[in-house]
């Protein structure tokens, strides 16, 4: 059985330093150089023909763009090669600059880099035939197409970090857009015309309903988890939600209520067509509030909050009923705080003892105690409707 035997990738030749150079290879370089400088019209020809057959996006440019750039081309690699440099930084912009340009003008990156290809290919095919005629050393002449064909690939590399680029500044200028329509509509600052018109940019249908929500995120991370939890749920890519910030909220628009975000905080309005969203954002905002101060979580809509919203209400009231009935709390001392808790507990508890003892993992007689202190030091009886419901209304706006 014969035994296979690797083949080895020749050593990659480096271009030497121009002073080492013994002279007859120096003055073979300096010839090359010179004859290739009168081949110019030469270049450009082949260049010309090889784009048009090779790189069909260059159709919108005109001949007499390609050849300038052609000629462009020459004369940067014919400055490498007369100085043996290699390229610098100052190239390397340029080639970014010269691929935003390119882009500008709808050449698909991927076809610049062809073209840069090719170019070098007509360059060395035409090196190679000066060569001959001024005896360049073979090794010599393998550097310069190692080197030429290193730097090809690189300047590819270039084009492809110039297109990344272009597509995060297109995702960016995306994003910003959607998230000024979003908060010109739920805000109520665009008119309704404005809205109408500019609703189908962004794939939605004036005359449907939508939903406005309304959420807070402690952290950027957590944001980007809810984010992509609405999504899932109605069913649109991440980064395609009408999102944007109001004030310390952040606003969405969906086509339908989320089933679940998990365990996290999202206020609901009610369907509305979006040039009423602006009201239907309000109602998210005041349910995102309310369940907020009850330390609720998931999707929660107004409805569900029953007569919670109205803690919210009626400052001034609640601060004179304040000083009235739960400033005595304070003479209790360091228990005032045990009686206002238990009190609160026994009151969302449906005034059940035994369900408020177990959740504090006190006595019974523990609740029934604290309870009593607060209607003696309060004078609020929690037998009487009107003050059972201003005790849990004052409590509940306590409460953080």
Not at 233 to 248: E, H, N, Y
Not at 328 to 357: H, M, N, P
Request: hydrophobic share 45%; proline share 4%; net charge negative.
């Amino acid at each position: 059985m014969e035994t296979e035997i690797p083949t080895a990738w020749p050593v990659l030749r480096r271009m030497p330093d121009l002073a080492a150079l013994d002279g007859p290879t120096r003055a073979a370089v300096v010839a090359a150089v010179d004859r290739l400088r009168e081949s110019r019209d030469v270049f450009t020809d082949r260049y010309l023909a090889l784009v048009r057959l090779h790189v069909p996006s260059y159709a919108g440019l005109s001949d007499g763009e390609l050849r300038s750039s052609a000629r462009r081309f020459m004369d940067v690699m014919l400055s490498e090669l007369s100085s043996l440099r290699v390229p610098d930084a100052a190239l390397r912009e340029m080639l970014r600059e010269y691929a935003r340009e390119r882009a500008a003008r709808g050449i698909p990156l991927d076809d610049l880099a062809l073209g840069y290809k090719l170019g070098s290919r007509a360059m060395l095919s035409l090196l190679d035939e000066v060569a001959v005629d001024v005896a360049l050393p073979s090794d010599f002449l393998l550097a310069v197409h190692d080197s030429t064909w290193e730097f090809a690939n690189e300047a590819a590399a270039i084009f492809a970090g110039v297109q990344h680029e272009l597509a995060l500044e297109r995702v960016h200028f995306d994003a910003e857009r959607r998230s000024a329509f979003a908060a010109g509509v739920l805000s109520g600052i665009i008119p309704a015309e404005r809205i109408n018109h500019d609703a189908q940019v962004f794939g939605l249908t004036p005359q449907s309903h939508y939903v406005a929500l309304a959420a807070r995120f402690a952290s950027a991370d957590e944001g980007d988890t809810v984010r992509r939890a609405v999504a899932s749920a109605v069913g649109v890519p991440a980064d395609r939600l009408l999102i944007t910030r109001v004030g310390a909220v952040i606003g969405f628009i969906v086509s339908r209520v989320p089933e679940s975000v998990g365990d996290h905080l999202v206020a609901v309005g009610p369907p509305l067509p979006l040039d009423q969203l602006a009201h239907g954002f309000e109602e998210a905002l005041l349910t995102l509030e309310t369940a907020r101060r009850f330390a609720m979580s998931g999707v929660v809509r107004l409805v569900d909050l029953g007569p919670r919203p109205l803690v919210l209400s009626q400052t001034r009231t609640a601060e004179g009923l304040t000083a009235r009935h739960l400033a005595a709390l304070k003479t209790a001392g360091r228990s005032s705080t045990e009686i206002e808790g238990t009190t609160r507990l026994y009151l969302e508890c449906d005034q059940d003892v035994g369900e408020v003892a177990r959740r504090l993992a006190v006595h019974p007689n523990t609740v029934r105690y604290r309870v009593n202190r607060f209607q003696q030091l309060t004078a609020l009886d929690l037998r009487r409707t009107e003050d059972l419901v201003i005790s849990w209304w004052l409590l509940n706006r306590r409460r953080e």
